[in-house]
């Protein structure tokens, strides 16, 4: 069965709104879980990692001001897209490192944001 | 810095036939993982297969098989007798010590009955 699940699976809102996407552990407490965005047939590329009680790490170009993530307990890590505007528009993907010894991440269904 | 080449953008095939997706990697680790994860048109990731870098044995789970070469940093897949459900794209992906994953671009493999 699922063992990361993602709320809500799409959203649509309009420019400037902030939208909340949650993201949750459902059988593992995780202290690092991931954040991936993916463009229209594209690949996945990695936005940040949320560190459980601290703040998040950020890839080089992402705005933290922007994405803001807070990892505020072992099974639940939110992203928060503030001021959305259509070019954020995208389909939002966490995992979890769910087996530290083999380094498996297993993913979420993802959330499909489209900013009007 | 990290990369993974996957060089097929799209295959299809028919099926029943067999077919490899190809990825190269590139890294300056000695310790690494490789993985392959599949993501159908619903959009899920499914986790298919991980290596390590010191284990380069093939490995075969049902229909699908990996040939893991360090001397060509490849990283090959192939899915023998391919159905209609094995149609989605797939990806190959490269791991650090820090856990951070760099996927390839993907393919996009169709399976026509």
């Known amino acids: 069965g699922a063992v990361v699940s993602q709320h809500p699976s799409w959203v649509i809102c309009k420019s400037g709104t902030s939208v909340k996407i949650e993201c949750r552990s459902l059988d593992f407490q995780a202290t690092t879980m991931f954040w991936y965005r993916q463009f229209p047939k594209q690949s996945l590329m990695l936005m940040a990692t949320?560190?459980?009680?601290?703040?998040?790490?950020?890839e080089q170009g992402v705005e933290k001001d922007k994405f803001l993530i807070n990892h505020a307990s072992l099974t639940l890590s939110t992203l928060t897209v503030t001021s959305a505007h259509p070019e954020d528009s995208s389909f939002y993907i966490c995992s979890v490192n769910r087996d530290r010894l083999t380094d498996t991440q297993y993913f979420g269904p993802g959330t499909r944001l489209t900013v009007l | 810095a990290q990369k993974v080449t996957q060089a097929q953008t799209e295959i299809s095939v028919v099926e029943k036939e067999d077919v490899t997706l190809d990825c190269v990697y590139e890294t300056r680790d000695t310790t690494y993982y490789l993985f392959w994860y599949k993501q159908p048109p619903s959009g899920e990731l499914v986790f298919l297969i991980r290596?390590?870098?010191?284990?380069?044995q093939n490995e075969i789970s049902g229909r699908y098989s990996w040939n893991f070469q360090k001397s060509t940093s490849s990283f090959n897949f192939t899915i023998t007798a391919s159905q209609v459900v094995d149609s989605a794209v797939y990806f190959c992906?490269?791991?650090?010590?820090?856990?951070?994953?760099?996927f390839g671009a993907g393919t996009i493999l169709r399976v026509k009955s």
């Open positions: 290596r390590n870098s010191f284990d380069e």
């Open positions: 992906a490269l791991s650090d010590l820090a856990n951070k994953l760099v």
């Open positions: 949320s560190n459980e009680g601290s703040k998040a790490t950020y």
